[in-house]
């Protein structure tokens, strides 16, 4: 038998969605929890739905627009009672007051209530700078699961520069100097991120031709932890733009599109604010011909624009105290809330005009890409045909026509941004070119 309560709603038809989104919201802010089954009379009786194929991703659809912020976890499910279709919506989420249709309830008994001014203010109040209580949760994880080498690193690194006071000795103790140990001695969810070996954390990266998803280009995902995401993040991002080349004095510079001191501010901060509870969505990396994108779940706190924490009128708001304080000792961070100053003044001193937006989904940055970067004039004089890095490139495609850019780097001795900058050469040069795509296809030497 249903029946409704303070975490139980039912709805007779798909007809009252809203009014079930309206509970969902209430019952989130009342209790962090919801269940709201459609097919049931508020009497408890089965009464059924007629299911179609696209029934639940428009029942997702309508929470995703009107349910404010999304929730951690969404579950839509079917099921068979008594020969009748039934639908079950289960949601639930820390990050209160929710909204549902731009309006805010609290659940009383199985009522929704609309929210007065000054209850609704008393859950802003509430709501603690560091939102996070995900981090502190003790996992199953044992110190044979900690990558005990990036901890060391960590460790050393945050002496060097004096950062912390302290003489790694085990694991355990260096866990516990950073808070990564929930009460009861167990590894917590921050310390499973940062530094766990069973691969808690997936990224997405993408490189696309054009500016449209559709057209055909590099989707990959990696998996790791935080560290080895940011180290494999930005090192993604510095191998797919483009360099350009500079002669000061008799030096070469390479000098990159977008300034790598910028692009490595945002990742961080990508990693630094993700909502990593919440469930299906993942920070991602897309390049595309006008904009480079990086995007994590979790909005920043309350909405506040960056432009305030680069001015310095709102102190630094953390999602993940641990998190943000591991890489702060790390060397990742240098300071708290001054990584979108940076960035803004790098941008601005290299001619790089940037975009962002913060909303109840996560937080998107784009850096502007530009057209004639490479057809700009360069302080570079010297006309040449091929270097012994042009010569080395030709003689290993020579040898094997499917070679990749991160074998060549490696076989080489130069970075790939280094290999990359030579191919184009000698692409213009015509003496190579390439036959396929960039994943099944293989090198031709022309002359």
């Known amino acids: 038998m249903y029946k409704e309560n303070e975490l139980i709603e039912l709805k007779k038809s798909l007809t009252q969605l809203k009014e079930g989104i309206i509970s969902m919201s209430s019952m989130l802010n009342k209790n962090g929890k919801a269940t709201v089954y459609f097919g049931i009379n508020d009497d408890g009786k089965v009464c059924g739905l007629t299911v179609g194929k696209k ?13 404010k912020p999304l929730p951690l976890n969404v579950l839509i499910n079917d099921s068979e009672v008594d020969g009748k279709t039934i639908i079950m919506v289960q949601v639930d989420g820390n990050d209160t007051p929710y909204s549902a249709y731009g309006r805010y309830y609290i659940r009383l008994d199985d009522s929704d209530i609309q929210m007065q001014q000054q209850e609704l203010q008393h859950f802003f109040e ?9 981090e502190k949760e003790a996992t199953s994880l044992t110190l044979d699961d900690i990558n005990e080498e990036l901890l060391i690193d960590c460790i050393r690194t945050a002496n060097e520069k004096g950062r912390l006071n302290y003489v790694y000795r085990n694991s355990f103790e260096a866990l516990s100097k950073l808070g990564l140990l929930s009460d009861d001695g167990h590894i917590n969810k921050a310390g499973e991120f940062l530094f766990g070996n069973n691969k808690p954390l997936k990224i997405k990266e993408a490189n696309f031709p054009t500016d449209s998803r559709t057209d055909f280009g590099e989707i990959k995902e990696f998996r790791g932890n935080i560290i080895e995401c940011i180290k494999e993040a930005i090192s993604y991002l510095q191998n797919h733009i483009s360099y350009k080349s500079n002669i000061i004095g008799i030096q070469r510079e390479e000098v990159p599109e977008i300034p790598l001191l910028a692009i490595r501010e945002i990742v961080i901060n990508s990693f630094a604010h993700c909502s990593y509870a919440r469930t299906g969505d993942f920070i991602t990396f897309t390049i595309f011909k006008s904009q480079i994108k990086i995007y994590n779940p979790g909005s920043i706190f309350n909405g506040i624009d960056p432009v305030k924490f680069a001015s310095g009128s709102v102190g630094s708001k953390i999602r993940n105290l641990l998190i943000a304080q591991t890489l702060f000792y790390y060397g990742f961070i240098d300071a708290f809330g001054t990584g979108f100053d940076r960035t803004f003044t790098i941008c601005a001193n290299n001619g790089v005009e940037y975009k962002y937006n913060n909303d109840e989904m996560g937080f998107t940055f784009a850096f502007k890409r530009k057209p004639d970067f490479l057809n700009d004039k360069i302080n570079d004089k010297i006309n040449y045909k091929i270097d012994s890095i042009d010569k080395s490139i030709i003689e290993n495609v020579l040898e094997n026509k499917y070679i990749t850019i991160p074998e060549l780097a490696l076989l080489i001795k130069k970075s790939e941004p280094t290999i990359h900058r030579h191919l184009d050469h000698l692409f213009k040069l015509k003496m190579i070119k390439r036959v396929g795509s960039r994943k099944n296809g293989y090198w031709e030497v022309l002359k």
């Open 126 to 134: 509430r709501k603690e700078e560091n939102y996070s209580s995900w």
């Open 55 to 67: 029934t639940k991703s428009e029942i997702a659809n309508e929470i995703n627009n009107n349910l």
